[in-house]
């Protein structure tokens, strides 16, 4: 009887530079690997899972790096799955994409459009996000009003466990899976689980308790669990019309109270742009705060009545109103979300955009409690923020603006993490709404779910991956002795030392959000200019 020979490790890159080409994602951190691993195929990510075990070596599986709080960065070695598993198959009649972990959103959708498909949850990063990136952090965007997150979109994962195990997990394919709730743990889950719309903190045992599938313990697992190498994805058909508003308000008040009513309608999004948001962005309305709202309907007529109803309702609180009754209007109405990312990435050098309380989520009866909460925590701290989101769901990001050239910028900064912490568990929220837990957020876990449940998430850690070699430090943080969230910066003189032209295209990665351009390519030389 002849065996199959084992598969080949993918080559482990240590290449100085290479290895600081990985050193940075779209949050905070800079944190140089000890290699990089970039498997072409299961077999291959198998391979290095089989190594890894047997090596303890920590792995850290990434997409195209455009995660937030640090679970795309580490010590250990990166296991880039951003170009390797780019399958993709559109099944129309089952409204059905099987896409490799490498497949982003907006090539979802492309492929699933002359179908008349797409993939309702639209992250803000859809052009670069990738399939196993979306799975692992749980992703969101403007439509999860109405449409959630993507758990609910993910038909099966094909996964690669820690031990090596390649198998694919089904959503109503009874219980193989690894971990199973007691009694006792399913009435603490209910009982101690926060009641908001989104979260992507920890490990979703509400939802698993709920369905009984594995696959809902697995998406939002950030890569501790398993390798994510292809996801089937179910479509939904693209809406025959929609039409929208831009609705102002003079205070917080007046915007807290048109929020349920606007949810009321059924919009397709609600977003909120903060003042704090609105002054980098020109000619925006001299508001308190902006909200926009869209609804898709099944006809031209529907779409504009309920535009008119969502005006009328609310015409004694609007200081600001905007309509628009075609997808083109809405796209103008639109362009203020647009314009303020570009506005932000445009700051001086000295004042950098940081991610560090940028996902909280409340109930959305305490949303303007909380956005003048991060307000007042931000004046406390002497560090000015921009604030938006997406308010149907009570859930905000906000970009933290320090002077990093003040003294004591980086006390200061660490000030307002632990006050907005603190706000986040008097509201009864969460601290991840759509982005995951990563490194950033690990150590707090415990303070909006209480020892019992974090017992239960380290019980989940154990039956997936015993020797802890799947991202640790992410969800389940290191010793409390070692958590310092805010000890490896990209910015300031404690960052790790790269090299400056890799420090300088990784900025402009940033600056531009061109995260899907191949990271051995920041690497490369650019080559010397001809002799004249």
């Not at 490799?100 to 803000?124: C, F, H, I, Q």
């Not at 203020?336 to 109930?363: F, H, K, M, N, T």
């Not at 209480?450 to 039956?463: N, P, S, T």
Request: proline letters at 8%.
């Amino acid at each position: 009887m002849s065996t199959s020979p084992p598969s080949p490790l993918p080559t482990l890159i240590t290449d100085p530079r290479i290895r600081a080409a990985y050193a940075e994602g779209a949050g905070i951190y800079r944190i140089v690997p000890a290699a990089v691993a970039i498997p072409e195929d299961v077999p291959e990510v198998a391979a290095l899972l089989g190594w890894a075990a047997e090596t303890r070596t920590p792995l850290i599986p990434r997409g195209a790096g455009s995660g937030m709080p640090g679970g795309n960065v580490g010590a250990g070695v990166i296991v880039d799955l951003s170009t390797g598993f780019a399958e993709l198959v559109v099944d129309a009649q089952r409204r059905t994409a099987r896409a490799g972990a490498s497949v982003t959103w907006a090539e979802v959708n492309d492929a699933a459009r002359p179908y008349g498909l797409r993939l309702p949850p639209d992250p803000s990063s859809g052009a670069f996000a990738t399939s196993g990136g979306m799975v692992a952090t749980n992703a969101a965007g403007p439509r999860s009003v109405r449409y959630g997150s993507v758990r609910k979109w993910v038909e099966a994962l094909e996964i690669v466990g820690a031990d090596g195990e390649v198998r694919t997990v089904r959503r109503g394919e009874g219980r193989r899976e690894k971990y199973a709730l007691t009694a006792d743990g399913r009435r603490l889950i209910a009982e101690r689980f926060p009641k908001t719309r989104k979260n992507s903190s920890g490990y979703a045992l509400d939802r698993f308790a709920d369905s009984g599938d594995e696959v809902d313990l697995l998406v939002g697992s950030e890569g501790t669990l398993a390798v994510v190498t292809a996801v089937h994805w179910r479509l939904d058909p693209v809406p025959a019309d929609l039409a929208g508003a831009a609705l102002g308000f003079a205070d917080l008040e007046a915007m807290t109270e048109a929020v349920p009513y606007l949810v009321s309608l059924d919009p397709s999004a609600l977003e909120l742009l903060d003042s704090t948001l609105l002054r980098f962005v020109p000619d925006a309305p001299n508001v308190a705060c902006l909200l926009l709202v869209e609804f898709e309907r099944e006809t031209a007529a529907a779409a504009r009545g309920v535009v008119g109803d969502a005006v009328r309702g609310l015409k004694h609180a609007l200081a600001h109103v905007e309509t628009a009754v075609d997808r083109a209007g809405l796209e103008q109405l639109w362009e203020v979300r647009r314009l303020a990312s570009p506005a932000l990435a445009r700051l001086p050098e000295s004042q950098r955009s940081l991610q560090v309380i940028e996902d909280g989520c409340v109930p959305l009866e305490r949303l303007g409690e909380y956005v003048a909460g991060l307000r007042a925590a931000a004046e406390r701290n002497g560090i000015p923020v921009a604030i938006f989101g997406h308010a149907g769901d009570g859930h905000v990001h906000v970009n933290a603006l320090p002077d990093i050239t003040r003294p004591k910028w980086l006390e200061s900064l660490e000030g307002l993490f632990a006050d907005v912490t603190d706000l986040l568990v008097r509201l009864g929220g969460v601290p991840a709404g759509e982005h995951g837990v990563g490194r950033l957020r690990a150590g707090v876990l415990e303070r909006f779910y209480g020892k019992d449940v974090m017992a239960l998430f380290r019980d989940v850690k154990r039956a997936y991956d015993p020797l802890s070699i799947l991202n640790p430090g992410v969800i389940i943080p290191a010793a409390a002795a070692d958590w310092a969230p805010l000890a490896a910066l990209k910015v300031g003189e404690r960052a790790a030392a790269i090299p400056d032209d890799i420090a300088a295209r990784l900025r402009e990665v940033e600056r531009s959000a061109a995260w899907a351009t191949p990271k051995v390519a920041l690497a490369t030389p650019e080559p010397l200019a001809p002799s004249p």
